[in-house]
């Protein structure tokens, strides 16, 4: 495809595709480029460069974040809704966790983003920097949860790339950990209840735990600044 049919948003697409599929080693130019069925000469002259290319993907994924009417929904409904929706933007594209570390984003998508959760905490009461420290805690939290899924899958591929069996790695690893774990009294009663997954493996519906006692602190914050001074 010549460089002059291609369009940037055609090339971020596939890039993210692409990334999807291979994550962030598995992205050059020259593999896009068969993708687009153009030369890599095209690609770049369109994004001049990988890391700005990474840099337009990572931006554009935030855009499948949905952004709840204030109207309509009160701030815990809509930050547990942005929460959870950003949960699985970043479990759907994993390569975005670990470019978090090695890029600098910016861009409509991500500040789209940003300025709606200030929305959000500013409605539920929080001022100025509160509400900055609010998106942040939440941010965080959601981030440390999809790093794993973010590493397990990184792993694979490269466990995969090194010719061996992903799975059969990941089984052997986990009975190590599985054997050691029993010296130690609590992993030990907790991998001996009916109830265990398996060593290393969270509860069910830990995130929504998490984010339950988050919201709930928040809340606590505010009732306090509401409530009326104790006389003394």
Known sequence: MPRDTLTREQIVQ????????????????RSLGRRLDSAATAVYWHVKSKDNLV???GDQVWNEIELPDLHTVDWRGAATSMATDLYAMFTRHPWLVQALASHLFQGPGKARHDDH????????GFVGAEADQAAATVFMFVLGNALGESATASLTRRLSRDGGNAEERFRDTMAQATETAMRFPRLRARLESAAAA???TAPDDSFEFGLRAIFD??????????APAVQA
């Open 14 to 29: 596939t890039a993210i595709e692409l990334l999807d599929a291979d994550g962030l080693e598995g992205l050059n130019m």
């Open 55 to 57: 840099t337009l993907a």
């Open 117 to 124: 959760t200030l929305a959000v905490y500013e409605a539920a």
């Open 198 to 200: 398996g060593y290393g």
């Open 217 to 226: 602190g928040l809340e606590a914050q505010l009732a306090a600044r509401r």
